[in-house]
């Protein structure tokens, strides 16, 4: 893994954007453009996925990137406010407000200085992303019996 930070740029923000700014010894990568495979290489090296964009529901991509190995930091915007939605700590969720840039900083550095301790607080989700096909499935037989 590398101090590599993904993001989707069709959903930031101009918070988000202004952090991009303001961090630029950051490395960040937009995921657009890629294929599949493209994708899943891009996510597999990096470390962090950052989504500071309106959440109408469960987005795939910090999923697949949860599922990839990176840890997530997002707002508290729509459904990642929800922690059913997206059941991650709340230290790696932020409101998006200027003086909150040093505070998602300081959480980067620890991610990218700690990673394997870092990474391992996100097990919780990664089995709960496993798990959920079986879940959905089970709701899907429950309703129609």
């Known amino acids: 893994k590398k101090n590599i930070i993904c993001y989707n740029p069709r959903k930031s923000s101009i918070f988000f954007e202004s952090f991009i700014k303001f961090n630029n010894d950051f490395k960040f990568i937009p995921l657009i453009n890629m294929n599949l495979n493209e994708l899943v290489n891009v996510l597999s090296k990096s470390k962090i996925y950052m989504d500071f964009g309106f959440h109408p529901g469960q987005d795939r991509l910090p999923r697949e990137a949860a599922i990839l190995k990176n840890c997530i930091i997002t707002n508290r915007e729509g459904s990642a406010s929800i922690h059913d939605d997206l059941p991650i700590s709340k230290e790696f969720k932020f409101d998006e407000k200027n003086e909150n840039f040093s505070k998602i900083r300081i959480k980067v550095k ?3 200085d700690s990673f394997s301790e870092e990474s391992k607080r996100f097990n919780y989700y990664r089995k709960f992303l496993n798990l959920q ?4 499935i089970n709701q899907i037989s429950r309703y129609f019996n």
Do not use: L, T, W, Y
């Open 110 to 112: 620890k991610i990218f």
């Open 133 to 136: 096909e079986g879940r959905f």
